[in-house]
């Protein structure tokens, strides 16, 4: 049994910054090794934003995050960082963060697990409860 918590949402002007942190909670017999960040806006479908393979890969950005948005894995700890900068209303929505133990949607180039296309939800079966983040002008 896996448990996701995130944090870090909250209300911030355009062009500041936040980080966001989801914890994970597994047995000692298994452990999600994809993790990836998910947002949704009201009325909209949830959308990938940033996806990593821990501990090997090139981490997934979303072109609308590319640049300002950065993905990272503490493994002794098992957390996720997203921190954002330079964020957009646009930027605004209930963001998710997401486990499985392979991840989908890319592949092996040597070492390397490259992402061929936008991670989906269907592709994680794991999920946090959400967090809020609010963009004003």
């Known amino acids: 049994q896996v448990q996701l918590v995130e944090s870090g949402g909250g209300s911030v002007q355009a062009g500041g910054s936040l980080r966001l942190t989801c914890a994970v909670f597994?047995?000692?017999?298994?452990?999600?090794?994809?993790m990836g960040w998910f947002r949704q806006a009201p009325g909209q479908e949830r959308e990938g934003v940033a996806s990593i393979y821990t501990g090997v890969g090139v981490p997934y950005y979303a072109d609308f995050v590319r640049g300002r948005f950065t993905i990272s894995h503490d493994d002794a700890k098992n957390i996720m960082f997203l921190q954002m900068s330079s964020l957009k209303p646009e930027d605004s929505g209930m963001y998710y963060c997401?486990?499985?133990?392979?991840?989908?949607?890319?592949?092996?180039?040597?070492?390397?697990?490259?992402?061929?296309?936008?991670?989906?939800?269907?592709?994680?079966?794991?999920w946090g409860q959400g967090t809020q983040v609010t963009v004003s002008t």
């Open positions: 597994s047995g000692v017999t298994y452990n999600p090794y994809c």
């Open positions: 997401a486990a499985d133990l392979v991840c989908r949607g890319g592949s092996w180039y040597g070492s390397s697990y490259i992402w061929d296309r936008s991670p989906r939800p269907g592709d994680f079966g794991y």
